[in-house]
C-alpha cells in the first residue's frame, strides 16, 4: 500500500491536480470569473506547529504576520489586490487562549498596511495547533499574472533580495553562529525571517511601467505567448525559494532558462560572513523571502529593476529547451542544472 511519504510532496500534488479544471489550477492562487471588469483571486495556505513555526524560533505574533503574508504574497504573485481572508483554526484544548489572541494580533497587523480585513473563519479541536488561511483578491482580467506566460529571451527579475529568511531561521536555531555579524545585521537577518513583507508594492509600480511603454504591448502579438496572458510578465513568488519559483516558471511555461551566478542578489551580510557556497545555497534553496519573480522583456525589466531599486535585480534570462542551468560568467563555479530536491519538499525524509 503506497503511502503519501512514498511518492512526496509534488507526486501527491499531480495526483490532486486530476481532481480539478486544469485552465485554473498551476499557479499561486485561482482565478474565478465573477463580474465584467474584475476576476476574483482566491488562495489558501495552511501553516502546522513544528512544520511551519515554533516556538522555539516564532512568537504568536510573528506566527500570524507570517501566515498573513504568505497570503498576501500568493495575491501579489497573480498580480491581484487583497480583499479580505478567512482563518480557520485547529487548536489543542489546553493552548491558552492568549496565544491564539496574540497571533491574531500578529495577523491583523500585517493585514492593516494592505487594508485587508479578516471576514470569518472556523475553529475546530485539534491535536495540533494548525493554522489555514484563504484570501480573496481581485484583479482587471487583463493584468493576471500568470507561471505559464514566459517566452524564449525574457529577462528574470527578482524583485529583492534572496537567503535572508534562512539566515534569520539559522540565527534563531543556533545563536552560537554569525560571530562576526554586528547586532543591528543579526536583527535584520531575524526579522526577514519573522516578519516577511509580501511584494503588493511592486504591482502598481509595474502597471505604471506597462503603461508608459505601451508600444511593446502593442508588438506583443509577435511574442508566442499564450493567449491567456494578457500580459508580456510571468511570475510567482518565492516563497518555496527561488530555485523552485524559476523552475516552476518554466515548467509552466515549457522554457529553459539561464540563472547569472553573479546577479542573484544575497543580502550583504553574507560577504563577510558566509562562504559563496553557503550563501548560493541559501539564496536558491532557503525559501520564505516572498520577494516576486517575473519574467517580462528585456527593456520593462531594467525599468522595473530601475525603480524599484537596491536589492532587485535581473538574474537570468528565459531560453529554448526544459533546462534551467546556473551559470558564473566568471568560471569559478562549474554550470549545474537546478532541480526542485534540493529544497524543502514536504512527506520528504
Not at 34 to 56: A, I, Y
Not at 118 to 128: A, E, H, L, N, W
Request: proline share 5%.
Amino acid at each position: 500500500m503506497t503511502k503519501v511519504k512514498d511518492i512526496g510532496e509534488q507526486s501527491l500534488l499531480e495526483k490532486l491536480q486530476r481532481f480539478c479544471p486544469a485552465e485554473i489550477i498551476g499557479d499561486d492562487a485561482a482565478v474565478l470569473e465573477t463580474t465584467p471588469g474584475q476576476s476574483l483571486v482566491v488562495t489558501t495556505d495552511v501553516l502546522v506547529d513544528g512544520v511551519h513555526f515554533s516556538n522555539l524560533t516564532t512568537s504568536p505574533e510573528d506566527a500570524g504576520w507570517r501566515a498573513a503574508a504568505a497570503n498576501l504574497s500568493d495575491l501579489a504573485a497573480m498580480g491581484a489586490s487583497p480583499l479580505g481572508i478567512t482563518v480557520g483554526l485547529g487548536l489543542p484544548g489546553e493552548l491558552r487562549v492568549s496565544w491564539v489572541e496574540r497571533l491574531y494580533q500578529g495577523m491583523t497587523e500585517c493585514l492593516q498596511k494592505y487594508n485587508t480585513p479578516i471576514v470569518g473563519g472556523d475553529v475546530v479541536r485539534s491535536p495540533v495547533t494548525t493554522l489555514s488561511i484563504t484570501a480573496f483578491g481581485q484583479v482587471n482580467p487583463s493584468q493576471i499574472i500568470r507561471r505559464s506566460a514566459a517566452v524564449v529571451g525574457d529577462a528574470i527579475v527578482v524583485t529583492g533580495v534572496h537567503g535572508a529568511s534562512h539566515a534569520g531561521l539559522e540565527l534563531l536555531l543556533h545563536p552560537e553562529l554569525g560571530q562576526n555579524l554586528k547586532d543591528a545585521e543579526r536583527t535584520a537577518l531575524i526579522r526577514a525571517h519573522q516578519r516577511p513583507q509580501p511584494r503588493l508594492d511592486v504591482l502598481p509600480i509595474l502597471w505604471k511601467i506597462l503603461d508608459s511603454q505601451s508600444k511593446i504591448q502593442n508588438h506583443s502579438t509577435e511574442r508566442s505567448r499564450s493567449l491567456k496572458s494578457k500580459i508580456p510578465v510571468a511570475g510567482m513568488d518565492s516563497s518555496d525559494g527561488l530555485a523552485d519559483a524559476i523552475i516552476q516558471i518554466c515548467r509552466a511555461s515549457s522554457v529553459g532558462a539561464v540563472l547569472e551566478h553573479r546577479q542573484i542578489p544575497v543580502p550583504k551580510t553574507f560577504n563577510h560572513w558566509l562562504p559563496p557556497e553557503q550563501a548560493l545555497k541559501y539564496a536558491l534553496y532557503g525559501g520564505e523571502d516572498f520577494e516576486l519573480v517575473l519574467c517580462l522583456p528585456q527593456e520593462l525589466a531594467s525599468a522595473l529593476v530601475q525603480h524599484l531599486g537596491e536589492g532587485a535585480a535581473i538574474a537570468g534570462r528565459i531560453t529554448a529547451g526544459s533546462t534551467v542551468i546556473l551559470h558564473d560568467e566568471q568560471k569559478k563555479f562549474p554550470d549545474q542544472v537546478l532541480n526542485l530536491s534540493q529544497g524543502f519538499q514536504h512527506f520528504n525524509s
